[in-house]
């Protein structure tokens, strides 16, 4: 018998503090206590992989697959393991509350993170950073490529042609050129780790599951491109010969021409997917279950030319998802996926899924459009085996949904499935329980829903260029009104924890 759950979507930089910018300190834990308050079993979060200001500092465009995001490192968590002292933190800027500055952000955490580094090099711990630097054997390339990054400020094709092409002389010539900024390098990935294990225990500890986000493909510039070039479809002069993207869709009438180099998947197939391995197994030490983003990507994927300015002329290719999914369920004998099965979806997805058992998603947004009363993301249409969300990062929030993109017919094919007509300023909590009150094993709903915000706190609009992935929650998070509410609304439905079977108090 499957397990009825729920959870909230927040990403840590999200998180409010004095810093700028959420972090993997206090906030995070106080976040961990609210979601037991309201019988939450999971949170889920978005990549944790470091970003850049040339793609809008989107966590789905990194160039690791491996590494962690700096900035998240909690300053009082360094304050607490004597890596800063006090007055290191006694002139603190002043940052927004609302949105995350990150220029300024950055220019603050490169000095405390300095700090850190000078108390590591005066002997601090250096054992256990050797320890995590051994048990770790995607940290040399990486912590070299963003060295190497820094040193020619250009994509890897343009460096000299001796580390660009790996040659094992370079390579050690470089290492010990570098050494200190290797060693720096390492030492902020210690340190991002070692809170975020620290933050996964105290949260599995208290009941809660962490729930990760796996974008499926790599930035062209990366670590791992750069590392395993024979893995992707690239010409002899190392560009992408084709490139990711999706189909119209909803989002865009031309589609979107990501850019991400194609797996050669017949290398991948080659090498028994040991490369694919070791990511999930990466991946499976930081989180509890993994959301595949683009999921459809394993078994055909959209493959645009290299030189096209859309994804219109793209086609349609296969790729060995099953062989994939075979391995990995070889490796790992529980494989907690989920498949982002948005968009596109053929009967060799649904298949895929099905055989390997793997939840889908159902979006309530997209519920009420012109195919109601038969549409898939409609709750009387719900399989079990599903992950259902109000909205994702990737949407509006209901508030601002119904307030600013719902037409008259959405309007009102959500008034007939409530039986009544829903207010703009509780529209949120109708559609809340519209999610927990499904036969789907399990619900995700965004904080920005619980609290009810319109559409300036949404996180993302896929295809357009703006100002994301900047929203900040409120300096108290949730209030204790919400946290009762929610509480009640997932003791109702079921979907709170079987150690509890009351609706808990705050």
């Given amino acids: 018998m499957s397990i009825r759950k729920s959870g909230i979507l927040l990403h840590p930089t999200s998180l409010p503090g004095r810093f700028g910018i959420g972090d993997l300190g206090p906030a995070a834990y106080h976040f961990v206590d609210l979601l037991v308050h309201m019988g939450q079993q999971c949170w889920q979060v978005l990549p944790l992989s470091p970003t850049d200001a040339a793609h809008g500092h989107s966590p789905y465009h990194s160039t690791s697959a491996f590494a962690g995001e700096p900035l998240w490192i909690s300053p009082r968590k360094l304050l607490e393991q004597d890596w800063l002292e006090p007055a290191d933190l006694s002139a603190v800027p002043s940052f927004s509350a609302q949105q995350i500055d990150f220029p300024q952000v950055i220019a603050f955490k490169e000095t405390l993170l300095e700090k850190a580094f000078a108390r590591f090099e005066d002997g601090k711990q250096r054992a256990a950073v050797a320890r995590f630097a051994r048990r770790n054997a995607w940290l040399r390339d990486v912590a070299l490529f963003q060295v190497l990054e820094r040193q020619f400020g250009a994509p890897w094709p343009q460096w000299p042609s001796p580390l660009r092409d790996r040659r094992p002389s370079a390579l050690e010539d470089a290492c010990h050129r570098f050494r200190l900024e290797l060693r720096r390098a390492v030492f902020r990935q210690y340190l991002f780790f070692d809170q975020w294990r620290t933050l996964k225990r105290y949260a599995n500890r208290r009941g809660v599951h962490i729930i990760g986000d796996l974008p499926i493909y790599l930035p062209f510039h990366s670590a791992d491109v ?29 589609g979107q021409r990501w850019g991400h180099p194609l797996y050669d998947w017949r290398v991948h197939a080659q090498t028994g997917f040991q490369w694919w391995k070791r990511r999930i197994a990466h991946n499976l030490k930081q989180f509890d279950r993994i959301r595949i983003d683009h999921f459809r990507g394993w078994i055909a994927c959209w493959e645009v030319p290299a030189e096209a300015a859309t994804a219109v002329d793209g086609k349609w290719s296969p790729a060995p998802g099953v062989q994939l999914l075979e391995a990995l369920e070889r490796h790992f004998p529980c494989l907690p996926l989920i498949a982002e099965d948005l968009g596109t979806i053929d009967a060799d997805v649904r298949e895929a899924m099905a055989r390997f058992h793997l939840p889908g998603m159902r979006v309530l947004l997209f519920a009420f459009g012109d195919d109601f009363p038969h549409g898939a993301f409609l709750p009387h249409q719900y399989p079990r085996n599903t992950v259902v969300y109000t909205g994702t990062h990737d949407n509006n929030t209901v508030r601002g949904w119904y307030r600013t993109e719902a037409g008259a017919a959405e309007r009102a094919r959500l008034a007939q499935y409530l039986g009544r007509r829903p207010t703009q300023d509780a529209v949120h909590w109708d559609m809340i329980r519209l999610a927990l009150g499904s036969v789907a094993d399990t619900v995700v709903i965004p904080l920005q829903d619980i609290l009810g915000l319109d559409e300036t706190a949404r996180m993302n609009h896929p295809g357009r260029a703006g100002r994301h992935w900047r929203w900040r929650a409120p300096p108290d998070l949730l209030p204790p009104d919400v946290v009762r509410r929610m509480a009640a609304l997932t003791h109702t439905y079921g979907r709170f924890p079987a150690r509890e079977q009351r609706a808990a108090s705050y």
């Fill in 226 to 254: 750069w590392c395993h070039p024979e893995g992707y479809k690239l010409r002899d002069d190392r560009t992408p010969s084709a490139v990711s993207g999706v189909p119209p869709d909803y989002f865009s009438e031309t």
